[in-house]
């Protein structure tokens, strides 16, 4: 089972307290201690593992390392080790303590203050944001010292690190998204167009997780089944209808054994307006599927009310050369698409 919407609590390290220190060789005089080592930073780490929240789930609180405290003769305690936390490509990343987001990290900014906008999304493989920094190593009484005061007998202590609630929502990044009631046959598509191995039977809600296969480079994604009231929060409700939303093109799939395949499509629609509209505006594909089971004159009538819809339907079954290798036609022609 894929998880897909966790929250964590991040606590990134604390910095280590300065000394008070002398020096201890013969002759020598005046303070010598050192300053703590900074505390650990959080990052989030994109990885394209679907199921990187899942290790995730059994722990509450991700704590970076401390830093340690100074020591005797200038010697600055260690920083703490940064913690690094890897997530789905696709993830977005939520600060419920603050409202704000993490910072996106840059080479040679590793302490860089927090940004204050709209929540961040990790969009690549290897893309790194600073989620809470360490605190401040405290300074020695070395750094105390001055013409008034050559033995300060004053350190500082080391500054807490930032803790966060966040909530890491993944709204999966694919080229296609393959969408329609339950039982239209998207996962059997999906099985045979790449070496997916989704779960196929003939009953409702046979996917209850995404499942996504790649075809010479294209990410398809099967949704599971979206009902009436999906957007409302019936069924398996919004969960999946956010998924939709990082797809580039929707592949909709209405059955020919429905009684009402209008209905069906314009339900489906009408799920994806009401949850939100820049989804009606994403370049669609109608697929009359199933056909296959039933008389070649019916399935061309409800072919036939489908254009008027949409005029990219056409007919499809698995069991059909020519419907897949129009499918695969029409795929290529995206392939070409995103290259450009």
Request: charged share 25%.
């Amino acid at each position: 089972m894929i998880i897909d919407d966790l929250t964590i609590r991040i606590k990134a390290g604390k910095g280590g307290n300065g000394i008070i220190a002398f020096n201890k060789n013969k002759g020598a005089l005046g303070p010598t201690g050192g300053r703590g080592g900074n505390g650990g930073d959080i990052y989030f780490i994109g990885v394209s593992d679907l199921g990187a929240l899942n290790a995730l789930r059994n722990t509450k609180v991700f704590h970076a390392e401390d830093g340690k405290n100074g020591r005797h003769q200038l010697n600055d305690g260690t920083a703490g080790e940064d913690m690094i936390i890897q997530i789905p490509v696709g993830t977005v990343i939520h600060n419920l303590t603050t409202g704000t987001s993490p910072e996106r990290s840059r080479e040679g900014t590793q302490r860089a203050s927090a940004s204050y906008g709209t929540s961040q999304e990790i969009v690549r493989v290897g893309e790194q944001i600073l989620a809470a920094k360490g605190g401040h190593g405290g300074k020695g009484n070395f750094l105390f010292r001055g013409p008034h005061s050559t033995s300060p007998m004053r350190f500082q202590e080391g500054l807490p690190g930032e803790q966060f609630n966040i909530r890491l929502e993944l709204k999966m990044i694919a080229d296609v998204g393959l969408i329609g009631l339950p039982n239209v046959g998207k996962s059997s598509l999906l099985n045979e167009l790449t070496k997916a191995k989704s779960k196929v039977a003939n009953y409702h809600f046979t996917t209850l997780e995404p499942h996504l296969g790649s075809y010479y480079g294209l990410i398809l994604a099967d949704i599971p089944g979206l009902i009436e009231g999906a957007s409302e929060g019936k069924g398996l409700g919004v969960k999946f209808l956010r998924h939709i939303e990082r797809t580039r093109v929707l592949f909709h799939l209405v059955s020919a054994e429905s009684e009402d395949p209008v209905k069906d499509y314009k339900s489906i629609r009408n799920e994806l307006g009401a949850y939100n509209k820049a989804l009606l505006e994403k370049d669609e594909y109608l697929f009359l599927s199933k056909t296959d089971l039933l008389d070649a004159k019916i399935i061309k009538g409800k072919l036939a009310k489908l254009k008027k819809l949409n005029k990219k339907a056409v007919v499809l079954s698995i069991h059909d050369v020519n419907a897949i290798d129009l499918v695969q036609k029409i795929l290529n022609k995206i392939a070409q698409e995103k290259e450009i």
